[in-house]
């Protein structure tokens, strides 16, 4: 059984920053990817930021130069760090894990979610 824990949502307002973590763990045999998706009220589930345990990474073209996804491969844990946070940012954020593949399709592991509320 794999769980991931999340950590670090809340309110903030515009312009503001936030980090979240996510730590992975129990019985995991391989991670390809670990990465965070996020979902908005009335809108579907989308790609936030990726990580592979090479360290290559992809963003979503409305975070890039403000989002940082980093990686502590010997802890299982991914972290989010997102800077000048606009309104359009408040959403459920999860965790993701991939074991092989990438894309939402290949998540083996979902975290329970954590909400980021943006205020003007």
């Known amino acids: 059984q794999v769980q991931l824990v999340e950590s670090g949502g809340g309110l903030v307002q515009a312009g503001g920053s936030l980090r979240l973590s996510c730590a992975a763990s129990g019985s995991i045999f391989n991670i390809n990817a670990m990465g965070w998706y996020r979902q908005a009220p009335g809108k579907q589930r989308e790609l936030v930021a990726s990580i592979t345990r090479g360290g290559m990474t992809n963003y979503a073209d409305s975070v890039k130069g403000r989002f940082t996804i980093s990686r502590d491969n010997a802890e299982s844990t991914v972290y989010l760090q997102m800077n000048s946070l606009k309104i359009e940012d408040t959403a459920v954020y999860y965790c993701?894990?991939?074991?092989?593949?990438?894309?939402?399709?290949?998540?083996?592991?979902w975290g329970q979610g954590t909400q980021v509320t943006v205020s003007s």
């Open positions: 993701s894990l991939w074991q092989r593949g990438l894309g939402i399709r290949s998540v083996d592991y």
